[in-house]
Each structure stands twice: as C-alpha cells, then as structure tokens.
C-alpha cells in the first residue's frame, strides 16, 4: 500500500525558512495537500492540490510536488506557525485517504 | 461560515457501538463529498471514511471496512458514522470534513471533534 513519509520534527529561528518534506514512491503524480494543526485544534487545510492556498492563508504558505518529494515550505516564519503539519494524498489505485504521519515545527 | 458539528461521542465499552453524527449548515451540504478523520490521543491524522455528495460511492479505511457504515441524509443536512464492533484503538476524537469541491481528499472546513473512548 501507498505510504507517506514525513519527518517527525523541523526547528527553525522565526524569520527564517521551514520546509517540511513528504515522501512517497512517484508522489509527483498525485495531488498533495497539506494541514496544520495547533493544539487541541482541528486541522487547517493550508496547501491543497500541490501549491493553490485556500483564501485566508498568508502568502508565505507554499507547496511544491516533484518526482517523490512533496514540500511545504514556510517563509518568514513566526511562533504562530509552531504546530503540526500533516500532508495528505487520495490514491486511486486504493481508493483511501493517505495521511503523512505528521512533522512538529518548533520555532526555536 | 461554513459549520460543522459533531455529536455522539462518548464511552463505550468493547464491542459495543456508537452513531455519531455532524450537522452542517451555511452551504449547500447536498454539493459536498465528505470524510471522517479519526485522531487517537497523541498521534496523527488517520482517515476513517468517504462518501459521495449524492451518497452513491463510499470508501473505507481497512481498518474500519466492515464495521463502521457512512451515510448522508442531504434533506436534514447531516452526515452519521455508525460505529460497530468497536475496539479500543478505535478511541480517538472523530472528525467530519467538507471536502474541496473537484479536489479529492483535500478538506477545507472540519468540525471541532467528538470524543470516542472505548473501554471497559
């Protein structure tokens, strides 16, 4: 079956540039989305269909999906981006949801 | 807004089962695929179930294929999880969430969750 890799922990200084890495076999063929989640939150979708942004989620949010590798990279960060970050695929070979198992970003 | 919200969590001892439901409301619930996302306490995301805006097609993740049962009512606005033969990994805060109108899987409006425990 399908799997998603993911880091399970990212530091990064507020200011600079997280980038949160999802790997899959050929993953560059599917449709990538990613979320946050804060604390006894729910999750927020922030990247869906590899890099589009739902309305309201700043610019500094960005994706990118090629060969096995998708990406979520964080500009600018700030101590409100410190939460976990899941990305997710639909695989029509199974027809399941995939979660990644998630990475911490901790904003040092 | 879009809202969701779901009910019908509780405890449960093993074996037992449980319907949980999420009333939507501020959309056109009748338009939108829709999925339950399962969290156990402290781990990740792990997806539970799909159904179809018109209810025809459903999906299910192996671990739940055969004892849980997704359905829809698009008249009252409300999406249910009957919950079956229930074990004690399958305790976790469920969630219900809307999908991205022709973008498969991506959710852009969850509910806040409903707490399953089953234990004895």
């Known amino acids: 079956s399908y799997v998603l890799t993911q880091p399970p922990s990212v530091s990064v200084a507020p200011g600079q540039t997280a980038r949160i890495t999802c790997g899959g076999n050929?993953?560059?063929?599917?449709?990538v989305h990613w979320y946050q989640q804060k604390p006894g939150q729910a999750p927020v979708l922030v990247v869906y269909?590899?890099?589009d942004r739902p309305s309201g989620i700043p610019e500094r949010f960005s994706g990118s999906n090629s060969g096995n590798t998708a990406t979520l990279t964080i500009s600018r960060v700030e101590a409100g981006d410190e939460a976990d970050y899941y990305c997710?695929?639909?695989?029509?070979?199974?027809?399941?949801?995939?979660f990644g198992g998630g990475t911490k970003l901790t904003v040092l | 807004e879009v809202q969701l919200v779901e009910s019908g969590g509780g405890l449960v001892q093993p074996g037992g089962s449980l319907r949980l439901s999420c009333a939507a409301s501020?959309?056109?619930?009748?338009?939108?695929?829709l999925n339950w996302v399962r969290q156990a306490p402290g781990k990740g995301l792990e997806w539970v179930s799909y159904?179809?805006?018109?209810?025809?097609?459903?999906y299910y993740a192996d671990s739940v294929k055969g004892r849980f049962t997704i359905s829809r009512d698009n008249a009252k606005n409300s999406l249910y999880l009957q919950m079956n033969s229930l074990r004690a990994e399958d305790t976790a805060v469920y969630y219900c969430?809307?999908?991205?109108?022709?973008?498969?899987?991506?959710?852009?409006?969850w509910g806040q969750g409903t707490l399953v425990t089953v234990s004895s």
């Open positions: 050929n993953i560059g063929s599917k449709s």
């Open positions: 269909d590899d890099s």
């Open positions: 501020r959309f056109t619930f009748s338009s939108y695929e």
């Open positions: 159904i179809s805006s018109s209810g025809d097609t459903i």
């Open positions: 997710q695929v639909w695989d029509s070979s199974s027809d399941h949801v995939l």
């Open positions: 969430a809307r999908e991205v109108r022709a973008v498969p899987a991506a959710c852009d409006y």
